[in-house]
């Protein structure tokens, strides 16, 4: 079975300081891994993927999120929060290794940045 | 032009009323999904179709009927409305079923 877990609630950050969004998965295959994030009453907006290769993912807005396989993890960072960052952010996972195996989402963390 | 649309955004009813939620993509996707978000904001998948082929159906209750007309839409009706159904729900499509999901904006129901 696949499930992925984000142990943090919610994340504060000043404006400008970096941030982390932790995020860590359980599968029994090969994963893909998934960012996405939620502004108010919108749909969930994809920020960026890990199927293969680098372990170092960039995606959209500045964020990157690096796989680390032997933690099990794949963490959301970026180096300078902006306010407009401010939103949920959703980790999923799917287990590669099996076809009927779908995209399981995380229970979201808040970001907060203040100005 | 909306990726994916989903209508109504907002629907209030009556415990017991039947209600539809209709979604459709113009990006050529060949999949398409329901997910469930709760007040606590948990995303839970509901249904999966390929191709209008049912290929996820967690456990949901009867009263939760997808109907997939062609590749393009997927429709959910909901029998005999409780409270619990109270939700926010999300369509989403993808091509295959491993790659980038695209959402709708969501359709708030609020059970009376």
């Known amino acids: 079975a696949q499930s992925v877990a984000q142990p943090e609630d919610q994340v504060n950050v000043a404006e400008g300081n970096p941030l982390t969004v932790k995020c860590t998965y359980s599968v029994s295959g090969n994963p893909y891994l998934f960012w996405y994030v939620q502004y108010p009453n919108r749909g969930l907006q994809f920020l960026l993927k890990y199927i293969t290769g680098d372990n170092l993912v960039k995606g959209s807005y500045g964020f990157e999120a690096e796989f680390n396989k032997s933690q099990t993890s794949f963490h959301l960072k970026k180096p300078s929060a902006l306010v407009s960052d401010s939103a949920l952010y959703f980790c999923a996972v799917r287990d590669i290794s099996s076809s009927a195996s779908k995209i399981i989402f995380g229970s979201g963390t808040r970001l907060s940045i203040r100005p | 032009d909306t990726a994916v649309s989903q209508t109504p955004k907002y629907l209030v009813t009556q415990m017991g009323n039947d209600k539809s939620i209709k979604c459709e993509q113009n990006?050529?996707?060949?999949?398409m999904y329901w997910y469930k978000q709760d007040s606590k904001k948990f995303l839970k998948i509901m249904f999966s179709y390929n191709n209008k082929e049912l290929i996820i159906n967690e456990t949901v209750p009867n009263r939760f009927s997808p109907k997939s007309p062609d590749k393009a839409h997927l429709n959910l009706h909901i029998n005999s409305l409780e409270l619990g159904d109270s939700a926010v729900y999300f369509c989403?499509?993808?091509?295959?079923?491993?790659?980038?999901?695209?959402f709708g904006a969501g359709s708030r129901l609020t059970v009376l």
């Open positions: 989403a499509s993808s091509l295959g079923g491993a790659n980038v999901l695209t």
């Open positions: 990006l050529g996707h060949d999949t």
